[in-house]
């Protein structure tokens, strides 16, 4: 496969939030996952889990959606401030019907944006909640001067304002978060947008709750009758092997059947943000509102014996290649897509990380945002060559260098790339991958580096060509310096 970069010509850039995080009070991420309290044995600042922030600081995560998910829209924010033990209960009706203590709430939230060093991602409810409701907690958390929210923030131990850099309007108001139609939607959102006001130096971004999958006629009618009003809509699609929500596939023991159906289903993206996109031109020809996947990943079964309402699963080299692909799908449509974010950050879904008690392992799902970090708000860079089966990539250059991110998701084959930039030599700053034996390779609690990041050497670089040997069932990234 023969690849050339156009190093000179300019690209979009590539926005850092596309490795955005979602963490939802569901089954054990935001709890166990995320916050153990101050009590907790295990190391935990604040109560949040060192090792996770520690993790996930160093990829370099740009953004967390909080709290939800279904879960937004039956959140009532003022469940979660004040006195940790004169919290009132809930229950968790969307997510295995659990007792929800409100332990974590907007304080613990920020602490843990703090601890990040990111940005935060607030998805309000418009489903079970009121106007003033939502309007309350944006003034609660951005407003600095004197005011009712402002003052009651102070009294729960917290000076100064927050930052909310993102805040979304609801969350899949056609399903979980109300079952309305598109045109129903559409006025609500012009409502409750109005009073997610700008009370500190910030903005707000402002997301629109946007399609499921492919249902083309939400975009059409939420563009027509409310892009003014908004900075971003969403989108969310999940990867299924089977495409049968009632038996997804299994995360680790499945045929390779599945590890194709799954991969395709996830390069189904591709599609899905053309023909968004599309309809968004009609409105947006400028492409000034975002789209934002702010639900993405595969979906399996869960782990056996965990609880079907926890959506535990594990993750194999297989989603790793998906991670690879669908990335290299946002940063090909980086002028519409501003941000995106993986469900779930921690024990849910498609995870950066699992934990067990006080032990937490990195996926292979991590790995790649780890490999693709380099790409955070680079400047894409065009191509052109062959197509090869089984391949996808992504060039980016920043701050001097050129990073290529390279996806072999093919079972068995090797796959020789050569590489050639029209200008210009490849000099080589750092390379490393991951890649795997068998397409079940997972990390446990007991070994928990069987799928881990390496050196890659397995590159020629000759006069301005760069020839690769890239094993199946791995992804690469090849730093060069730009010159
Ligand atoms: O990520 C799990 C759930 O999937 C979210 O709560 C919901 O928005 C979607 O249906």
Redesign the pocket.
């Given at each position: 496969m023969q690849v050339n970069l156009l190093v000179d010509k300019q690209g979009p850039t590539i926005s850092k939030y596309i490795y955005g995080q979602?963490a939802?009070h569901?089954g054990r991420c935001i709890y166990e996952g995320v916050w153990i309290g101050t009590d907790s044995d295990i190391p935990n600042e604040n109560g949040i889990r060192k090792d996770v922030v520690n993790a996930l600081k160093e990829i370099q995560i740009p953004v967390v959606r909080w709290p939800?998910?279904?879960?937004a829209d039956e959140y009532h924010w003022k469940d979660g401030i004040g006195p940790i033990e004169n919290r009132s209960t809930i229950v968790n009706t969307?997510?295995g019907g659990v007792t929800e203590n409100n332990h974590f709430g907007t304080h613990e939230f920020f602490e843990l944006i703090r601890q990040l060093d990111c940005e935060a991602y607030i998805n309000g409810n418009v489903g079970s909640g009121t106007v003033q409701e939502m309007q309350e907690w944006v003034e609660y958390m951005t407003m600095n001067g004197e005011s009712p929210m402002a003052n009651l923030r102070r009294q729960n131990g917290q000076e100064e304002a927050w930052k909310v850099a993102f805040f979304g309007v609801g969350?899949?108001s056609w399903?979980?978060g109300g079952n309305m139609r598109p045109e129903y939607y559409a006025d609500l959102y012009r409502r409750y947008q109005t009073y997610v006001r700008k009370y500190g130096e910030h903005n707000i971004y402002k997301i629109a709750c946007g399609a499921n999958v492919d249902d083309y006629n939400w975009t059409e009618v939420l563009m027509k009758n409310a892009a003014r009003f908004m900075d971003g809509i969403s989108l969310?699609h999940?990867s299924i092997p089977t495409r049968v929500w009632q038996d997804k596939g299994d995360a680790v023991n499945f045929p390779e059947e599945q590890w194709y159906s799954v991969l395709e289903h996830a390069q189904y993206m591709d599609e899905l943000i053309t023909k968004h996109s599309t309809i968004m031109d009609k409105y947006d020809p400028e492409k000034r509102v975002g789209l934002i996947v702010d639900?993405w990943g595969a979906w399996y079964n869960v782990e056996p014996g965990t609880n079907p309402g926890f959506?535990y699963q594990q993750n194999t080299i297989r989603d790793a290649m998906l991670a690879a692909i669908t990335l290299n799908i946002f940063h090909k449509h980086a002028d519409r897509v501003h941000m995106a974010n993986i469900?779930?950050m921690v024990n849910?879904?498609q995870a950066m990380l699992l934990t067990e008690g006080e032990k937490m392992i990195k996926t292979p799902t991590y790995h790649v945002f780890d490999l693709y970090k380099h790409h955070q708000d680079a400047e894409l860079v065009d191509s052109y060559g062959d197509e090869s089966n089984h391949v996808t990539y992504t060039a980016s250059k920043k701050d001097g260098k050129l990073t290529v991110s390279l996806c072999n998701y093919d079972l068995t084959e090797t796959r020789e790339i050569t590489l050639s930039r029209e200008k210009g030599e490849f000099e080589i700053v750092e390379a490393e991958y991951i890649t795997a034996d068998t397409m079940n390779a997972h990390n446990t609690f007991e070994e928990p580096e069987a799928v881990a990041k390496k050196e890659f050497t397995s590159y020629i670089v000759e006069k301005g060509t760069l020839k690769v040997t890239l094993p199946p069932m791995s992804v690469a990234s090849i730093i060069t310096k730009e010159n």
């Open positions: 979602f939802e569901l939800g998910g279904c879960f969307h997510w969350n899949e399903g979980c969310h999940y639900e959506l469900a779930q849910v879904l």
